[in-house]
Every structure is written in structure tokens, then in C-alpha cells.
């Protein structure tokens, strides 16, 4: 499956843990030692409301590599922080416990070994509760996400380097096919666009190009060692037109096939 894709039932499960079910004071603070006005739940809801709205644009933040955009993120959540704090500090535990599960959700839907990020640390949560400053809390934050992005990309370098050789595999074994990028794409679950941006940058040659340097080695393979003539063996590789085989050989080794023949 695709790097892409959300495992379905850490979806559904996730979208069961809704932020509301965490709002709840009894959960963190005892409701009946805290004062709530008006104006606190107001900043506080405000607060859950950022967390939500920053949610998917942080996982997109992140899948595209984003630093930029994660970080224009970060500092609204990290605004939105100082306002809740300023309005009750009593409402620290709660915020804390907020932000630790937007991590690990964020975690979760990256498909990012929780382990790995918090290694023998003690759970989030207790970390940052005894932060003293809020300094402490937002440097807290930003290197988590930045440890985040960089799990992320050794991911998906690891992804991408395994979707980068079937497609090698894929094109050597099926060499005497028409072969296209959205045929190969369609193969690998994945997205042609995607294949093709991350043959590039993991062989540093287009899909294309590739393909067809395969099919010339094949041909120069075939002109060596069979006694095909030179439009049947641009035939055997889906060149309908001889004439267009002949350039393409010649662009890529110097000498027309026929020439090539004679050398040998």
C-alpha cells in the first residue's frame, strides 16, 4: 500500500477518540477545584478549536515536507497556548494533556513508532507538566515536531528506495511490454505523479528515460547475440517505427544499429 494511505482502523479508531472525550476537568484536574468563567471557557474552547483546525494541516505540513508551513502551525498553536495559560494557569494540566494527544495522534496517523520518538522517557505528558516555563513547554513542542518530520522522512526514504527497485524489477521483467508510468503506478498502488517524482530523485533520471535506456540495452543485447533483423528486434520492444528506434539507438550509444552490428 501507499506511504499515502491511512490504515483504516487506526482511522476509525482515532476518529473514536474525539478531542471531547479528553476535555472533561474530571480527567486531568478535579472539576470542583477549578473556577471556570465565562471568559476562561471561552479561551479554553478556543484552544481546542486551533488544536482541531491545526490538526490536518500539520499531517499535510509534514507529508510534503513542509519546515515552513509547520512551523507557521506550531506558532499558532503555541499563541493559542499562551492565551489559555494566561487566562488560568490552573489550566495547565489540561492544555498539556490536549497537546500530548495531538502529538500522539499525529504519531498514529503517520504510522510513526511512538517509541522511537519518546525513547525511555517517561510518558509526555509528565514531561511537560514538570516544565517550569512556558519557554521550556514551546521548545518542548517545536523539537517534537522536528523529530517527527525527521522520523517521517527516513520513512519515507526507506518507502521510497523499496518503491524505486520494484519499479526497476518491474521494468526489467516486463521489457519487451509497452510499458507506461501510470501501468507501472497502477501495479504498486501508488500515484503516478508520486512514482514519478520519487524516481527522479532516488536515480537522479526521469521514469522515462530510464525505460528507455532499458530497452536500448536490451536491444544492443539482442543485435549481439540473435540474428533479428533490426526492425523486428524494434518490434519486439514496441518501437512501431523503425525509423524513431534507429535515432533513439543512436542518441544513446553514438552509431545506428546497423552500424552498431558492423562493429562487432
Do not use: W
Not at 499531517?59 to 498553536?77: C, F, G, H, V, Y
Not at 540474428?227 to 514496441?238: D, F, P, R, T
Request: a negative charge; one cysteine or more.
Amino acid at each position: 500500500g501507499s506511504i499515502e494511505r491511512i490504515p483504516a482502523s487506526y482511522k476509525e479508531a482515532l476518529n473514536a477518540i474525539e478531542y471531547r472525550i479528553v476535555v472533561g476537568n474530571n480527567l486531568v484536574i478535579p472539576a470542583e477545584s477549578v473556577y471556570i468563567n465565562q471568559k476562561e471557557k471561552a479561551v479554553k474552547n478556543q484552544f481546542l478549536d486551533t488544536l482541531r483546525n491545526c490538526e490536518d494541516d500539520l499531517i499535510m505540513a509534514i507529508k510534503s515536507d513542509n519546515r515552513d508551513s509547520i512551523t507557521i502551525i506550531l506558532n499558532e498553536i503555541i499563541e493559542a497556548l499562551h492565551e489559555s495559560m494566561k487566562s488560568n494557569i490552573q489550566e495547565k494540566d489540561h492544555i498539556i494533556f490536549l497537546v500530548s494527544f495531538l502529538i500522539t495522534k499525529i504519531m498514529f496517523v503517520l504510522d510513526i513508532n511512538i517509541s522511537i520518538l519518546f525513547g525511555e522517557e517517561e510518558d509526555p505528558v509528565n514531561s511537560m507538566k514538570n516544565m517550569q516555563t512556558i519557554d521550556e513547554l514551546e521548545n518542548y513542542i517545536i523539537m517534537r515536531f522536528d523529530r517527527i518530520l525527521m522520523e517521517f522522512r527516513e520513512k519515507s526514504k526507506s518507502h521510497n528506495g523499496f518503491l524505486v527497485k520494484q519499479t526497476m524489477d518491474y521494468i526489467s521483467k516486463n521489457i519487451y511490454t509497452d510499458i507506461s508510468l501510470v501501468k507501472v503506478a497502477d501495479h504498486l498502488s501508488t500515484h503516478p505523479n508520486y512514482l514519478s517524482k520519487i524516481f527522479k530523485q532516488e536515480t537522479g533520471e526521469s521514469f522515462v528515460e530510464y525505460v528507455i535506456k532499458m530497452k536500448m540495452n536490451e536491444a544492443k543485447h539482442l543485435l549481439r547475440n540473435s540474428n533479428n533483423k533490426v526492425y523486428e528486434i524494434a518490434n519486439m520492444l514496441q518501437y512501431k517505427d523503425v525509423g524513431h528506434f534507429a535515432r533513439t539507438f543512436k542518441r544513446i550509444f553514438g552509431v545506428l544499429p546497423t552500424e552498431y552490428r558492423q562493429l562487432l
